[in-house]
């Protein structure tokens, strides 16, 4: 395995631990949802009054919850859709902050004052009650959770790429490639963007974390995925209502975001490593 | 000087900063031509306008707020002062090419050596992949790297210093560029490294006749590879001609002092003299010639007009008004 990378850049993947952790918690999490749900056997969603508040227990792994549904099942059911929603909701800003970044460094001047204040304006919001108002007056869907995510996260990835961008037009390599007359569109994509891409990488891992709790909370707050559909923060939200009945129905969806968080957590600081080796 | 035998000719070039508040003029009034196949070398202290020449030359400032603001640049029969920004796109990095100081930076990390190279040859010369590499290879050869098809592949970081400016070289020349400008291409490097890519640029310009114009600020470097040789004071050119004159006979005080500086020239057992004061602020340089705060010959005539070139021997030329009476 790993044959075609460079000795130099194996030996930084043996010593990084966490980037070894994070991506076999990643291949863990991704065998689960989406081999999960085929070796399941009960229906997320089916009502069964007579199984309702059961503990956990061999044959319902983690309880059932006050419509007699299984715990279990419907964390892992789950989990397909809140990883596509969060990944989705940090591709889109990812992708618009990054090209918005780009242009507003290299091109500078008044587009760079104009873009940037922009960002300003829509950096004095806070996130959640940007969000929350978005999805809140177009209502809630995912189509429109996509589109609210987007238009509040992609200033973060503009001001890192911005950032970027400033330092390496200034490079000699960047000089270098105007003085052998490349265009500026070849200058950007070849020299530009793989050298200030990386930050704002490391950063998409981090932003996932924050994602995936910011969509459950706006499932938590029934402003996401509506029920019966299973959804981690729906499940917390149902779950609070019966607490001490019973505890597992919150506990687990509660620690199935966890464990997400801690995944894209350990992923963003390997890769922080692996990518910006220092010195 | 002869315009008709020229590769490039330079007229009255003025180059300006727009800083904050007062604009500087680092290129103020330098004239000079470059003559094909010759390597012609520009020298000076740190803020002299060397750099400014250069980049005017092909109108590059690196982001620093600069322009051409007057004088013009013949090569080719076209004005570069005057270009447009397109054309003079299809100049650059085929006709005229640069090499920087810094070669650890001057390199992109992300993109292999093979990459960088065929890159060129792509956009300027219209070569397939295969016929790139190819010619990628025989470059890489031809500038001195060891077993150029295998490092094709290599990225910089994998590079010493010495190498990485023989990749910038091979770049450089990817295009065969009439004019190949090297701005301190050895300042960064080791004196062992320094020498071999100095013979390196000799016989680059040797094999394919291109003319060189190489920025420095050691004499030593001069002495061994240019033919003509520019010296530049506070943005303007002090003295000009062969290089063998203005080692035997500086005609001006202000390269006297710059040999006098130099071990090698002052012989053994004298004491090295350096130059007393420091260069002119160029936002506001002194009026007369630029060099009397300094200069100890320096009279009243000195502060009150700003001297121009004239010849002190064929091929040789001056700006100091009094040449002829110190018998510089």
Not at chain 2, 155 to 167: K, L
Not at chain 2, 219 to 236: E, I, K, N, S
Not at chain 2, 269 to 294: D, Y
Request: aromatic content about 6%; charged content about 20%; glycine content about 10%.
């Amino acid at each position: 395995m790993m044959a075609w990378l460079s000795p130099d850049t194996r030996a930084r993947f043996r010593r990084n631990r966490s980037l070894q952790v994070g991506l076999i918690l990643l291949v863990v999490l991704l065998a689960i949802t989406f081999g999960g749900p085929l070796l399941l056997t009960t229906d997320p969603i089916a009502v069964d009054f007579g199984q309702a508040l059961l503990p956990p227990s061999a044959s319902n792994w983690f309880g059932t919850d006050d419509l007699g549904r299984d715990v279990f099942t419907r964390v892992v059911t789950a989990a397909q859709i809140d990883l596509q929603i969060a990944i989705m909701c940090v591709l889109l800003p990812f992708l618009i902050g990054t090209a918005v970044g780009l242009v507003s460094g290299y091109i500078g001047g008044k587009t760079d004052i104009v873009l940037m204040r922009l960002v300003d304006i829509l950096w004095a919001f806070p996130f959640y009650v940007l969000v929350i108002a978005i999805v809140g007056s177009l209502g809630p869907s995912i189509a429109n959770m996509y589109l609210a995510f987007t238009l509040v996260a992609w200033i973060s990835f503009a001001r890192i790429v911005r950032g970027e961008v400033l330092l390496i037009k200034r490079m000699e390599y960047v000089q270098a490639a105007k003085v052998l007359g490349y265009s500026h569109l070849r200058i950007i994509l070849r020299h530009v963007l793989p050298n200030a891409i990386t930050p704002a990488i490391v950063f998409m891992m981090a932003d996932v974390v924050l994602t995936i709790l910011a969509v459950t909370s706006l499932g938590f707050l029934g402003l996401g995925i509506q029920p019966p559909t299973p959804e981690w923060g729906v499940m917390i939200a149902e779950g609070r209502n019966f607490i001490f009945d019973g505890w597992w129905g919150s506990l687990f969806p509660g620690l199935a975001i966890v464990y997400v968080g801690v995944t894209f957590a350990l992923l963003g600081d390997g890769l922080d490593d692996f990518l910006r080796p220092k010195a | 000087m002869s315009t008709a035998t020229s590769l490039m000719t330079v007229d009255g070039l003025v180059t300006r900063f727009n800083g904050h508040g007062a604009a500087v003029t680092a290129v103020d009034g330098v004239s000079f031509d470059i003559r094909p196949g010759e390597i012609f070398g520009l020298v000076g202290e740190s803020g002299c306008g060397k750099s400014a020449t250069c980049r005017s030359l092909i109108r590059l400032f690196g982001g620093a707020p600069a322009e051409v603001a007057g004088g013009s640049i013949l090569f080719d029969g076209l004005d570069l002062a005057t270009l447009n920004d397109r054309r003079m796109e299809d100049i650059r990095g085929a006709r005229i090419a640069m090499i920087f100081q810094d070669p650890m930076t001057a390199l992109n990390p992300t993109m292999s050596i093979g990459e960088q190279i065929c890159e060129g040859l792509r956009r300027h010369r219209g070569l397939g992949r295969r016929a790139a590499r190819e010619e990628a290879v025989a470059l890489l050869a031809s500038v001195g790297v060891t077993s150029p098809g295998s490092r094709l592949n290599a990225y910089p970081h994998q590079f010493s210093g010495g190498m990485r400016q023989r990749v910038l070289i091979a770049i450089a020349l990817a295009c065969r560029p009439k004019l190949l400008i090297a701005d301190e291409p050895t300042t960064a490097l080791d004196v062992t490294i320094q020498d071999q890519i100095l013979k390196l640029i000799l016989r680059l310009r040797d094999d394919s006749g291109m003319s060189v114009l190489l920025v420095t600020h050691d004499l030593g470097v001069v002495a061994q590879t240019c033919d003509r040789v520019a010296v530049m004071y506070a943005g303007r050119i002090a003295e000009m001609g062969e290089t063998r004159q203005i080692f035997r006979r500086p005609a001006h005080p202000y390269t006297r002092a710059l040999l006098d500086a130099l071990p090698a020239h002052a012989g053994r057992g004298t004491k090295l003299k350096p130059i007393g004061g420091e260069p002119p602020n160029l936002a506001a340089p002194p009026v007369g010639c630029r060099f009397h705060p300094r200069c100890a010959h320096a009279i009243d005539r000195c502060r009150q007009s700003l001297p121009d070139l004239h010849a002190v021997e064929p091929g040789h030329e001056s700006a100091c008004l009094r040449v002829e009476e110190l018998g510089l």
